[in-house]
């Protein structure tokens, strides 16, 4: 596995990859990687001739409150997870390299973003879809592949490659979670042993809606009403949303109909570590 930490060299060498026929996977994810991130590399492997995951944390996605300082970092286990399965290239730029001062461009969806997520990290779409945007001009690839644990991210990238045109195929990985339900995310490591017995709630409250939906009930508040008290009846959780919506506008839907295709999607926090997970459904 090659390791390439500047831009004019990733560059380079996709131009390479490219012009020998060679069809171009990339994975982008800010480290500290996990089996859901190994389930997308698979993806990507499967897709395409060369696998780049591209291993970043970058600041402009994260809030002036947020973790970005203690966002957790192991550049030495993602390597070996990342050579295990078969990457081809990591791509591991500095902050410097990434952000050398003086941009004044950023790439911002509008809408989709400022609802949710967007509602409570104001800013952190636009730090997302920009980052995104240069690390397809770096690393130009034909596929990408994000996971569906970030689901608004997910819907939000797809509309930026369609409505700018990218000749990019979107690949969206199932969510891989822990045994007793928990999706897997790096910041699972932040919580403490109670808040993690706590956070399997957050699954449970899907197979809740599920199981509401499954006996025929089609009204969001009624559902989101009973997610949200089994989630309360956690001493550690503090819910920040719990949104019944559609697939890919992102509305709220009041009342689910046939062939809807629904997307609930939560935000939690337990302690200082907030949590997201979602499911997506059509009945
Ligand atoms: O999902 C992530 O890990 C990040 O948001 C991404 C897509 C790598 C952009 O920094």
Same mark, same amino acid.
């Given at each position: 596995m090659r390791i390439i930490t500047t831009i004019l060299e990733m560059q380079k060498v996709a131009d390479d990859l490219r012009q020998s026929g060679k069809s171009i996977g990339v994975v982008p994810t800010m480290g500290y990687l996990h089996e859901g991130h190994i389930s997308l590399i698979r993806i990507a492997r499967e897709h395409s001739d060369a696998v780049i995951v591209t291993l970043f944390v970058n600041p402009m996605q994260f809030g002036p409150t947020e973790d970005y300082k203690k966002y957790p970092r192991d550049f030495e286990r993602d390597k070996k997870l990342t050579e295990t399965v078969g990457t081809d290239i990591l791509f591991v730029p500095s902050k410097e390299e990434m952000y050398p001062g003086g941009n004044l461009t950023v790439v911002d969806v509008e809408k989709i973003t400022n609802v949710l997520e967007g509602n409570f990290r104001p800013t952190h779409f636009r730090g997302v879809t920009t980052v995104v945007v240069k690390l397809f001009n770096i690393t130009k690839p034909h596929i990408v592949v994000f996971g569906q644990k970030d689901a608004q991210?997910?819907?939000?990238?797809? +509309?930026?490659? +369609?409505?700018?045109? =990218?000749?990019? +195929?979107? =690949?969206?990985?199932?969510?891989?979670?822990?045994?007793?339900?928990?999706?897997?995310?790096?910041?699972?490591?932040?919580l403490s042993s109670t808040e993690r017995k706590d956070s399997t709630v957050l699954y449970q409250s899907?197979?809740?809606?599920?199981?509401?939906?499954?006996?025929?009930?089609?009204?969001?508040?009624?559902?989101?009403?009973?997610?949200?008290?089994?989630?309360?009846?956690?001493?550690?959780? +503090?819910?920040?949303?719990?949104?019944?919506?559609?697939?890919?506008?992102?509305?709220?839907?009041?009342?689910?109909?046939?062939?809807?295709?629904?997307?609930?999607?939560?935000?939690?926090? =337990?302690?200082?570590?907030?949590?997201?997970?979602?499911?997506?459904?059509?009945?």
């Amino acid at each position: 596995m090659r390791i390439i930490t500047t831009i004019l060299e990733m560059q380079k060498v996709a131009d390479d990859l490219r012009q020998s026929g060679k069809s171009i996977g990339v994975v982008p994810t800010m480290g500290y990687l996990h089996e859901g991130h190994i389930s997308l590399i698979r993806i990507a492997r499967e897709h395409s001739d060369a696998v780049i995951v591209t291993l970043f944390v970058n600041p402009m996605q994260f809030g002036p409150t947020e973790d970005y300082k203690k966002y957790p970092r192991d550049f030495e286990r993602d390597k070996k997870l990342t050579e295990t399965v078969g990457t081809d290239i990591l791509f591991v730029p500095s902050k410097e390299e990434m952000y050398p001062g003086g941009n004044l461009t950023v790439v911002d969806v509008e809408k989709i973003t400022n609802v949710l997520e967007g509602n409570f990290r104001p800013t952190h779409f636009r730090g997302v879809t920009t980052v995104v945007v240069k690390l397809f001009n770096i690393t130009k690839p034909h596929i990408v592949v994000f996971g569906q644990k970030d689901a608004q991210q997910a819907i939000v990238v797809q +509309k930026l490659v +369609k409505d700018l045109d =990218f000749d990019i +195929k979107i =690949f969206i990985g199932p969510t891989v979670r822990e045994p007793d339900g928990l999706a897997m995310s790096s910041r699972n490591v932040y919580l403490s042993s109670t808040e993690r017995k706590d956070s399997t709630v957050l699954y449970q409250s899907i197979r809740l809606a599920q199981q509401l939906i499954n006996d025929g009930e089609r009204n969001s508040s009624i559902i989101i009403s009973e997610m949200s008290k089994l989630i309360t009846s956690k001493p550690s959780a +503090k819910i920040d949303y719990i949104s019944i919506t559609d697939a890919s506008s992102l509305e709220d839907l009041a009342v689910l109909r046939p062939n809807d295709s629904i997307l609930i999607l939560l935000a939690v926090r =337990f302690g200082t570590t907030r949590l997201i997970d979602n499911i997506l459904l059509t009945i």
